[in-house]
Structures are given as structure tokens and as C-alpha cells.
């Protein structure tokens, strides 16, 4: 029997509104609404076949209670509507409670009270959907009559769905095609900023920002190792919200955290909630709630260099085809950062070959005698014996001695003849550099660290690096500056003024002072363990006076040294001069023998030197005769007591007994002083 004109005119109507739906959760709703005027129910479900896992994907539209009901799953063998769809026969029962097919199914049906119900197969001419089911409270609801009207229904609700799948297919599609489009975009845009942008940090946010927007993500971030893998330092951390704010770099131990995992292991890591919690409050993303973490290696020449980090506040936020597509990305990511790493590398070891440069033709110009290391005196061979015997070893050298003596001359001889005597002697002179700039000539500076900081400068201690940094007049660092220099001395690590990247260098330190260090710890205007870290290997200069012996051969190799100077033929020191110069107590030791015989060979005109004795005898009279401190005083009286008893402390005709001294005693005094016991 054919349904009434007015059954087919609300069919009609029904079919012109659902026909608009673009998506299943609408189109549900309406039928919800409309198809109560064709077909009495009480319980309406759609059944969608879903090829990829052949199963039966069951919709509750509508229940007696008028509550929506998420979709259930049924293999195709346990589900009535699968019967339907495989026959493509209507299914109808009517009367539930003698039903004993398809248990579990039917049992869901009759936990909301159905009675009796039909179902019937959606399809369209090019395809098998599924099926859709009518149910009832009572008994006997539906039967072969009218079963030709609510088999039009299925065909009417069937071109519907299909319209509305297709529709949704399309727009998958259409949104695969645009991401895919965005990711090529993505990798053409990586691939320029590889190529152009050689700046490590710059090319870190172009990837972090580029990344984050492909991939719908809340956070982004680059990692890479430090000091050899203890530490790590993010790069380009950017959260969501951030716009193009970009979050400071920090660095974090190492130990514990899942980059560390993905960089020993060179494996991707995905992240959920509980393993992101897993790991601690120190861990940032757990802190902020992060729900998925993706973390992932940049591998090149079979090295992992770092990680990209992605992070979402969702839950399962990164697919199987997402992490093809960052495993791809992460290996042209890698060749960027490795080109960059070498650029930063070649760049800092070409400024510092400049720095290297400029301060050696520097030296050069400057007058460096280092044949004035002359003498023949039993306390200069001392000296001597013992820059020899510490050469070779690196240990930290601290050498003590009056102002004039050579201390430098020293330091620059123990070079010479140490194993870094090809890389490079650094000099600086503590006392000659205002307090505000010693740090940043000690330690260097970044750009814009403070007002006048143009540009990068790399420290004394670069420059040293493998070489030798002497630290003349190390007594007036002033004492804000002593833990920085302690540190250095002790770990070989520092940062730059204005920087927080942490450098290793490797520089043997040799100080020198007139003052006396150990009165100055006493007095709190040293640091103890700074003294105890430089005081490893004392060396004592004599002044001059101690050293009588050596005047005559200093004298002549400073006057053969100036006479070729000035191209003059000097070849005599008259004995009377001689005898002067041997008199004369030289407060200013060596350097003021040497003007004084420059000052000389610029007075000579014929081949024996003209020197200005006069000058000697006024600066007698002017100048007391040192020792001037009791202090002094002392230590003159104990140098000539152990040079007498030819450094025998104890016994008869040793020191302390010419002293008046018990051997104790003048061991403490020894000490006191800084007088190293000389050979026997």
C-alpha cells in the first residue's frame, strides 16, 4: 500500500532540510527533530560501517530519557544492524523479550526499554553505509506494513548521510592538502633560513616560530648539550599567547630530564600527562600543565647535536603522521644548527686570532729583553734552578720581589721553556687598569653589557687560552673581582661580562707582586684562598743589592745593548765607574741600573762609557739606604746569614747561630718573610 500524498509532502520537506547538514552532529539532531512526523519511535540509532577496522559504529540519536548517547563499537558478527548491512535486508523484531540473537546488542535495547523495533540498510546506489534502527516501548510496533514507506525513509536519510561524509571526506582532505601545503612551506621556509641565517639564536626562532605554527602547538623550544653534557641550554622558547615575545634562554642540569634520554639515545620521545608529571616539578612543561610533550633529535654525520621540543596543553595532540613528518623535519633542521655551530666556532676563533694579532704586534713594538736574564750570584741561580724545575709542570706560579727586579722578565723566560711556548705569553698589568675596566680586560664583555660596549671583546684569558696569563701587580685586584679570578684558577670556567654562556679555558697563570700578600690577608685586603691558590709555587727575585756579583755583567750587556742602540762603539766601563755602580744601593733594582745605563751611553762620545757618577752620590744622599722597614731590615740580615752560612739553618756556623736565633725561630721568621730556604 502506497503511503498518503501527505506522508510523501513532510518526506519531501524533511529530506530538503536535512539535505544542508555538513557535519553528522547536526544531521543527527534534525532527524532527532523531523523524522518523529513520519515515523512513530521512541529510541532512534544510526549505524555507520567503518571500513578501516570492519566494524559497526552505532549512534544513539534519540532515547525515551531525550538524552544524545556517544557511539558504541560491535564487531560485524555481534551486531544486528552488521546483519542488515551485509544482507541488505530490513531486520525487524517484534517482540524483544523472545529474541535470542545478537545478546549483548539486544540487551543494551532492553536496558532502555524496547520493546520492538526494525532496522533497515542505508544505502546509495555507489555504496553500503550501514543501517538505521526504530524503536518502541510497546510491542508489535512495527510490522510488514508500512515497511515500504520507512524503507523510502532509509533511502531519503541514506542520501543525507552520504552527502554528509562526502562532504566531511572532502573537507579532510581539503585540510590534509592545506597542512601538507603549510609543512612545504614550512620545510622551503627552514631550508632559506638554513642556507641565509648563519646567527645560531636567529635561527633557532625562525625554526621554534615557524614549527609551533605548523604544528598547532602551545610551545616550542630548541635544546643543545653543554659542558660536555652536564648542562643543557633552551634556545627560542616560546609559549602560547607569547605572540613573538620570546621567553629568556635558560640552562638546567642535564641529569633527569627526557631531552638528556632523547640525546644519549638519539630516539624520538612522546610525552602524555603522567609521564610529563613523572618527572618532576624541575621539569618546566610539567609546571605548566602540558598534556602532550613531543621531544625529538637533530641527527646529521650519525651525531645527535640537540633536540626540538613541542609541547601542547591538550591530550594526544601528535599523530603517527606528525612524527614522520618531524622526524623529516628535524634532519634538515640539523644541518642548519651544525653549520651554524661550525659558523659561531670559526667566528669565535677568528676573533680571537684578531685579538691574538693585534696584541702580539703590540708586544712586539713593545721592548722585551729577554736576554737580561744575567747573573751569575748563588741567590740568582736559585731563582733560576727553581723556574726550571716548575716550567715543565703548569702549576699556578706566584713570584715575589721588589719593584725593577724582572719579574716579568721571569715569567716570560718560564714560558719559553714550558710546553705551551707556542701559544701565546699574555701580559696585564692589574695595578695599570681602572677597577671598572679589569673585569671586562680580564674576562671580556658582550655587546651592550654596559654604556660604551659596542661590540664583543674577548678577555686576557681567551687570549691565553693554552698559553700563559701573567697577572703583574696581582696585589691590587681590587677584592669584589678576587672570587671571578679565583674561580677561574681553580675550575678553568668564567662568563663574560654580560653573558650567561659559560667558557672553558685552559691557561697556565703566573702572578707577580712587590706587596707583601700574606700582611695583606691579615689585614683583610686579600682573599685567603685566593693567596693560598696563587702561593702554589713561590719565587723569590733578590733585589739587586743582594746580587752585587751580577752588577758588572748587567752593566755590560746594557751598555753593549744601547751603544748598538745609538750606534755607538762603547768598549769600556772604567773600573771607577764600576766600582760605583757596584756601591750604589739601586732602590729600583734592575730597571733603574738599566735608564741609568741608557741615560750613560747618551752622555758617551768616544768607546768608554761617560756615565753621570754624580747623579749616583746626590741619590745616595737623598735616598736612605734601604732596608727602610724593620721588615726589611730583617729579611736583609737573614739573606746575608743564610748566603754566609751557605744555607745551613742550624748547627755551628749556621744561620740561626749567626743570628743569635734558635733554628725554630728563624724558620718562622723565614716563613713570615717569604724567604725560601736555599740549596746547600
Known amino acids: 500500500m ?124 555507489h555504496q553500503r553505509l550501514g543501517a538505521i534502527g526504530f524503536g518502541s516501548q510497546q510491542a508489535g510496533a512495527y510490522g510488514k506494513e508500512g515497511m515500504e514507506f520507512l524503507e523510502l525513509v532509509a533511502r531519503q536519510v541514506a542520501t543525507a548521510v552520504d552527502n554528509t561524509l562526502g562532504h566531511q571526506a572532502a573537507q579532510a582532505l581539503r585540510q590534509q592538502l592545506e597542512q601538507e601545503r603549510d609543512r612545504l612551506k614550512l620545510l622551503l621556509d627552514l631550508s632559506n633560513s638554513v642556507v641565509s641565517n648563519l646567527d645560531l639564536r636567529q635561527l633557532f626562532r625562525a625554526i621554534s616560530a615557524s614549527v609551533r605554527r605548523v604544528m598547532e602547538s602551545d610551545y616550542a623550544s630548541v635544546t643543545l648539550p653543554e659542558e660536555g653534557g652536564k648542562l643543557l641550554r633552551v634556545y627560542a622558547r616560546q609559549f602560547s599567547g607569547g605572540g613573538e615575545a620570546w621567553e629568556e634562554e635558560i640552562v638546567v642540569p642535564a641529569a633527569g630530564r627526557p631531552a638528556t634520554q632523547v640525546i644519549e639515545t638519539g630516539k624520538p620521545l612522546l ?19 602540558f598534556k602532550s610533550v613531543c621531544i625529538l633529535p637533530m641527527i646529521t654525520r650519525g651525531k645527535v647535536l640537540g633536540t626540538l621540543n613541542l609541547g601542547c596543553l591538550r591530550g594526544d595532540a601528535f599523530s603517527a603522521g606528525d612524527f614522520e613528518f618531524l622526524a623529516q623535519l628535524t634532519g634538515q633542521i640539523a644541518i642548519g644548527v651544525e653549520n651554524a655551530l661550525n659558523f659561531q666556532k670559526l667566528s669565535e676563533a677568528r676573533e680571537r686570532l684578531a685579538e691574538e694579532r693585534d696584541y702580539l704586534i703590540e708586544e712586539i713594538r713593545t721592548d722585551h729583553d729577554f736576554e737580561a736574564i744575567i747573573g751569575e750570584s748563588a741567590p740568582f741561580k736559585r731563582v733560576l734552578k727553581q723556574a726550571e724545575l716548575v716550567a715543565p709542570t703548569g702549576s699556578t706560579i706566584l713570584i715575589l720581589g721588589e719593584t725593577g727586579t724582572g719579574k716579568e722578565v721571569l715569567a716570560r723566560a718560564i714560558h719559553n721553556i714550558s710546553p705551551r711556548q707556542e701559544r701565546t705569553f699574555v701580559s696585564v698589568n692589574c695595578a695599570a687598569i681602572p677597577m671598572g675596566l679589569l673585569e671586562s680586560e680580564l674576562f671580556g664583555h658582550e655587546k651592550g653589557a654596559f654604556t660604551g660596549a659596542i661590540a664583543q671583546k674577548i678577555g686576557r684569558f681567551e687570549l691565553a687560552h693554552q698559553g700563559t696569563l701573567f697577572l703583574d701587580e696581582v696585589g691590587d685586584i681590587p677584592l669584589e673581582l678576587q672570587p671571578k679570578l679565583l674561580r677561574v684558577l681553580q675550575e678553568q670556567e668564567f662568563e663574560r661580562l654580560g653573558s650567561t654562556r659559560t667558557l672553558h679555558v685552559d691557561a697556565r697563570v703566573i702572578a707577580a707582586t712587590s706587596r707583601d700578600l700574606a700582611q695583606m690577608v691579615e689585614n683583610s685586603e686579600f682573599r685567603s684562598d685566593l693567596y693560598y691558590r696563587l702561593n702554589i709555587f713561590p719565587i723569590l727575585v733578590p733585589p739587586l743589592r743582594e746580587r752585587t756579583v751580577d752588577i758588572p755583567l748587567l752593566a755590560a750587556h746594557f751598555t753593549d745593548k744601547y751603544g748598538r742602540r745609538m750606534d755607538k762603539r762603547i768598549l769600556n766601563i772604567p773600573a771607577e765607574t764600576m766600582d760605583a755602580l757596584k756601591r750604589y744601593p739601586w732602590p729600583g733594582n734592575v730597571r733603574e741600573l738599566q735608564n741609568f745605563i741608557e741615560r750613560a751611553a747618551i752622555l758617551t762620545s768616544g768607546s768608554t762609557l761617560q756615565a753621570p757618577l754624580a747623579e749616583l752620590k746626590q741619590a745616595g744622599r737623598e735616598t736612605p739606604r734601604r732596608p727602610r722597614t724593620l721588615k726589611d731590615s730583617e729579611r736583609e740580615q737573614i739573606m746575608r746569614a743564610l748566603r754566609e752560612s751557605r744555607g745551613v739553618l742550624g748547627g755551628p756556623g749556621g744561620a740561626a747561630e749567626r743570628l743569635g736565633l734558635k733554628r725554630t725561630t728563624l724558620f718562622y721568621k723565614m716563613r713570615k718573610l717569604n724567604i725560601n730556604r736555599p740549596a746547600q
Not at 275 to 288: D, E, R
Request: hydrophobic fraction near 40%.
Open 2 to 125: 502506497k503511503p498518503p500524498a501527505s506522508q510523501h509532502q513532510v518526506l519531501l520537506e524533511v529530506t530538503e532540510s536535512i539535505a544542508t547538514h555538513r557535519g553528522l552532529p547536526a544531521l543527527f539532531h534534525d532527524l532527532k527533530e523531523r523524522l518523529p512526523r513520519l515515523v512513530k519511535f521512541d529510541t532512534l540509532w544510526l549505524v555507520l560501517h567503518e571500513p578501516q577496522r570492519n566494524v559497526m559504529r552505532v549512534h544513539i540519536v534519540e532515547t525515551p530519557s531525550r538524552a544524545y548517547v556517544d557511539f558504541v563499537e560491535r564487531p560485524i558478527e555481534d551486531a544486528p544492524s552488521g546483519w542488515v548491512w551485509e544482507r541488505q535486508q530490513a531486520l525487524v523484531i517484534p517482540d524483544l523479550e523472545q529474541e535470542t540473537r545478537f545478546r549483548a546488542a539486544f540487551n543494551s535495547l532492553r536496558e532502555i526499554n524496547v520493546k520492538s523495533f526494525c532496522i533497515l540498510p542505508l544505502t546509495t546506489p
Open 271 to 289: 610525552l602524555d600527562r603522567e609521564t610529563i608529571t613523572a618527572f618532576g616539578p624541575q621539569f618546566t612543561l610539567a609546571a605548566k600543565g
